[in-house]
């Protein structure tokens, strides 16, 4: 037997649970229930597995995976005990669930539980055969493993492996450009979203491309992945007679079937519900199984090239460690993310060019430079991404880390450049912890060099991945702004962010009422910059503490300061002071977003040790969002508007003459 990634941990919790008269008689037994039979631990261990992402980026998930264990699968055991006097027979289910990020069973949410049986579900009870009253054990043996889309949803089928070749494109694009009408919408599109023809044609037809793969018949378990942290296993046991009498519904037998339009968890049913209330049925359950993600930092970047639709690129970086290739697509645990920038971003720069860590740049030199340059002297220009996939991220697989790099410019240039990596696994929910040396804010004048470091979680694209439903007026789209903004029930787009900016940790005055007696603080430090903790709950006003301004929010006998802009500001963000050198002059610092069903926390630390809360909200104030997301480091060059009250404008930093770099060191995801 070989196993990969395998710890253990003292502790455990194997319980039994007796339903009706025989339980309490002691005639029926279920005893030593065991889901690991064949990983060799201790009968006191918690069995500790890092997550194999093998394959995963096709198959989702696979626990255990046949890289940890022979055959990939969990080894099932348990002994029945039959002291009745007669000899029976026995059917039973073996059912799995997430306990460090559910709803209670009695929530009325619970049915968005991750838990799971037998990945054929129309596999439903199975029968143990006689078993003799002689007062022995009797042992059962079974296998299961825990997969993604345990429920075998129909929304999340469609086609593994969405690359698309330069030739489906192109065809694709023909056959717009032959029907009259449809490339008269393309132009018009162009000219509304302010770009080529050439590109609106080709981001519709990728998008074509993809519509269609979501028509074919394929599990695409990734879509909903199994969740990192704990699980318990139960095992339902129960007599022939009460189960030929149809005692149990066959939605609680097979998890793929809805009722009344809804799932039904089966731990609701047999633990609260009318489960609970059958008699002679027997019910064990072992609480020792938890799972960890660490994606691996040396395992590649890929380029999505739909990522790159209508754009000019240079491939010439392109390597083994980080293109567009199928090794790549399978093995790689992250790629360059290109963010989406709107073309009426403009910053108007004044024209220097300078080392300002290097160079003795001060503040005064920062506010006179913004007196000297009139209007008709600024370079106008927008925050830029490279046009050389590859060549500002590096994936080191000799020391396991992720290297970003904004690059420096020269005069002409006049280049201010964003860059990042996103991870391609996708989760939902999870404490999301980072190791990470992100790029220097301050030089040692406190002037700012312009760049957001940023870890952020983002949702996954698409239909499949649509958020719980907005059930008080709805949410805005992310693209539509105001009080004129058209609201939708349900939209996939989340985002959960760190992001860490030179600006003032005080709102503008206006966002300050008489409602909650807070005033700004005024004491806004040279030497401190913000760190901002913000989720993107789409203006659902559905949470019953929803609100504008500057109000606050108690955590662990702290308060946290949050803020809206309006009713139709589709964030939320708190803001809390943090010594610029500590955070990122140090060898490094972690981050951490633990993002759970009903609250998200947020912490930083010089250890793992010595993590102290930095933000805090719940469902109470902003809508959690439910549905799955990946994680992104980004080292920006934000426009100075998006932070009011800031020192520092963007169009007033000097582009860089240095590269500004940003390595993480790692990721655990538990």
Known sequence: MTMKNIKFLIIISVFLYGCGE????????VVNFNPFANFKIDDDSLLIIDIDYTNAIDSGFIIPSINQIARGKFAVTFDIVNNSGIAKEFYYKIYYQNESYKFPE?????????YGSWENTSKTFVATGKIDSDGKTHT????IRIVGNPRNETCYFGKNNTQHNEQDIISTIDKIKGDANWYKQIVEKAKNNNISIEKQLELDAIYILNQNTDKDGVNQRWKRNPRVGSYKFLLVLIEKEEYEAKLIPDYI???SMNFDNTFINPFYYFLYGDGSKLKNVYLSTNNSLKLIAKPNLGSGIYIDKDKLAGRTINKSYYSNECGEDNDLYNKAHFQQFFHDLRSEDIIKNVPLV??????????????NNKLKYTDDKLIVTNVQLTDCPCKTVKSDIENQKIVMINPSTKEGEWKKESVGVKTRHGFTYGKYRSKVKMTELLNKHGVWNGITNAIWLIFQNGEWNNRRTCDNKGYIPKDQYGRDSQRVNSIDYSEIDFEIIKTSRDWPKTSYS???????????????IIVACTNWDMACPSPSKFDV??????????TFYLHRWDHWYKALTSKIPANESELFE???????IEWKPTEIIWRIGPSVDKMKVVGYMNEEYSSIPNNQMLMVFTQEFHLGDWWPLTQFHQNYIPFPQQDYKGEIYEIVIE
Do not use: L, R
């Open 549 to 558: 301004g500057v109000h606050t929010i108690e955590y662990n006998n702290e």
């Open 514 to 528: 008489e409602k909650y007696n807070i005033k700004p603080s005024n004491n806004d430090k040279k030497e401190d």
């Open 253 to 255: 037998q097979d998890i």
């Open 140 to 143: 059962i043996n079974d296998e």
């Open 586 to 592: 140090s060898e490094y610092y972690y981050f951490e």
């Open 106 to 114: 009695t929530h009325i949410h619970s049915n968005e539980n991750f």
């Open 354 to 367: 300078k080392d300002i860590f290097n160079e003795d740049y001060t503040i005064d030199d920062f506010e």
């Open 22 to 29: 025989s339980a309490t008689n002691n005639d029926i037994k």
